[in-house]
């Protein structure tokens, strides 16, 4: 075992040291380090069957039995169970929306659900600024005669509406532990959910997700859509494209930090943008602000706004998967979605989402919402 530890930190790539070693550690019934070798493995190809074989084999010996169940799932979303396995999936499949008892307090967002891809300095100056943006934002569209007109007579109450689409929004929204936008229900406009620039904030429904989708269906539609929501992600919904959000982000340093370096060739826009949104700036948030920025300066304020966005599409995913609980539904909505430039393609999400389901990380939130196998 010594010697093949030392063999995978000279050759991480290796995955047939790894293999050896997870083999050895099996033997030994060193289950935890065994599986920690096979998530490694895993990590190098996605679709590897192998890895996610064992570690059902793992968990049961373990008699985890929730993480065995949830590999169990991937196997099977992968179509490579045998009998034994497409069984236990079976027995314990939910019917239906998920009976949750929990819900994803504050800390287990931070250390479980947003993507390690999300720097979580940026995302607390996107965070430090949403507020000024938002309210910036509405000024511009005011002045360009381009607010979208929200009318009270299509607002939805989640907790009294008859509309499948409203009630499924408020139970995801609760679930998640994230303050729900006002919801607006319009069967006359064609497209699915989208942020609407308010304050309250606002989210429309449209045509596209108010037929056609059972409740579990649309449980990951509204959990995806609802984690944008967090205050460290909301910026996207007001500024979706990785130049806008470049901008946005270099103008919130600007905010506290006249001298800090930006990219020359938006240098002007950015000065332009740090004016506008100072205008709108609270003293508290200004004070939160710099405290990020320095930090963000500390730790080397390097960023790759690409990376981040894929990070907070990805945190969102894994929001609707969480509240859905079924890979085969994830991979339906996820494979209807229009992208923008610089978005992940829709198989890569899909392995990501793979990967996500048999975490750590996921079986620490089933089990904070009480839908873990024996509780």
Same mark, same amino acid.
């Given at each position: ?6 063999? %995978? %930190? =000279? ?47 793992? !968990? ?148 596209? &997700? ?30 979706? %494209?990785? =130049? ?8 919130? &340093? ?23 949104? /100072?205008? !709108? ?10 405290? &990020? ?9 390097? =960023? ?66 009480? &839908? /873990?196998?024996?509780?």
């Amino acid at each position: 075992i010594d010697a093949f530890k030392m063999a %995978t %930190t =000279v050759k991480p790539g290796d995955v047939q040291e790894h293999q050896i070693l997870a083999e050895l550690y099996e033997s030994t019934e060193r289950f935890d380090e065994a599986i920690g070798e096979q998530r490694t493995i895993l990590q190098q190809d996605a679709l590897r069957i192998d890895p996610y074989r064992a570690l059902y084999r793992l !968990y049961l010996h373990k008699k985890a039995y929730d993480e065995a169940w949830c590999v169990a799932a991937a196997i099977c979303f992968m179509k490579k169970a045998d009998e034994e396995t497409q069984q236990f999936f079976n027995d314990y499949k939910p019917q239906g929306m998920l009976a949750v008892k929990g819900k994803v307090s504050n800390d287990l967002w931070l250390k479980h659900l947003f993507h390690a891809d999300l720097d979580m300095y940026v995302s607390k100056i996107f965070e430090m600024i949403a507020p000024a943006a938002l309210q910036a934002k509405i000024d511009i569209l005011k002045s360009q005669n381009k607010l979208p007109v929200l009318d009270k007579r299509f607002k939805q109450d989640p907790a009294s509406s008859t509309v499948t689409f409203a009630k499924t929004f408020g139970w995801a929204a609760q679930v998640l532990g994230i303050t729900a936008p006002e919801l607006y229900v319009r069967n006359d406009l064609q497209g699915a959910i989208t942020p609407a620039p308010a304050i309250p904030p606002a989210s429309v429904a449209g045509q596209a &997700v108010l037929t056609g989708f059972q409740p579990e269906e649309l449980t990951f539609i509204c959990g995806r859509h609802l984690a944008s929501y967090r205050g460290e992600l909301y910026i996207r919904n007001l500024f979706p %494209t990785q =130049v806008e959000l470049t901008m946005m982000l270099f103008a919130g &340093v600007m905010l506290v930090d006249r001298n800090a370096p930006a990219p020359a060739d938006m240098q002007a826009q950015i000065q332009q943008t740090a004016q506008h949104l /100072a205008k !709108y700036m609270q003293p508290q948030q200004l004070e939160g602000l710099r405290v &990020v920025v320095k930090k963000f300066m500390e730790s080397g304020a390097k =960023v790759n706004i690409k990376r981040w966005a894929q990070g907070a599409d990805l945190t969102g995913a894994r929001s609707g998967l969480l509240v859905c609980g079924d890979l085969d539904i994830a991979r339906k909505i996820v494979a209807a979605d229009s992208s923008l430039p610089g978005d992940m393609p829709a198989a890569d999400k899909m392995k990501e989402l793979l990967l996500f389901s048999v975490s750590e990380n996921y079986a620490q939130l089933r089990k904070a919402l009480g &839908v /873990a196998i024996g509780d």
